[in-house]
């Protein structure tokens, strides 16, 4: 079992910047791909970044490519989504995601096994 609260959401004009947070509970933290999902008021849930287990391969949506930056320290069983040059497009809850395995990162919501309770990010124009 794995636990995840996400951190760092908030309101910000367009063309400012966020750091998320998630922390994780467990042992097992660097065992798991780690993605960050999105949802928009009246939209799906979509695939926003995920980064394998030892952080060496990283995916990103077509729409974040260049302006968010996904991390992770498992040493802390944390994991980051940098945010930069938002747009108020941007504006969703963002939830952080994890999936057991050594794999390439996945962009299927159904692919995760762990989900976090959201943050919010509100990008005014």
């Known amino acids: 079992q794995v636990q995840l609260v996400e951190s760092g959401g908030g309101v910000v004009q367009a063309g400012g910047s966020l750091r998320l947070s998630c922390a994780a509970s467990?042992?097992?933290?660097?065992?798991?791909?780690m993605g960050w999902f999105r949802q928009a008021p009246g939209k799906e849930r979509e695939f926003v970044a995920a980064?394998?287990?030892?952080?060496?391969?990283?995916v990103y949506t077509d729409s974040v490519k260049g302006r968010f930056t996904i991390s992770r320290n498992n040493a802390k069983n944390t994991v980051y989504l940098q945010v930069n040059s938002l747009k108020p497009e941007d504006t969703a809850v963002y939830y952080c995601a994890a999936k057991y395995g050594y794999g390439i990162p996945a962009t299927g919501a159904p692919s995760y096994d762990y989900w976090g309770q959201g943050t919010q990010v509100t990008v005014s124009s």
């Open positions: 980064i394998s287990w030892g952080g060496g391969t990283t």
């Open positions: 467990g042992r097992t933290f660097s065992s798991y791909v």
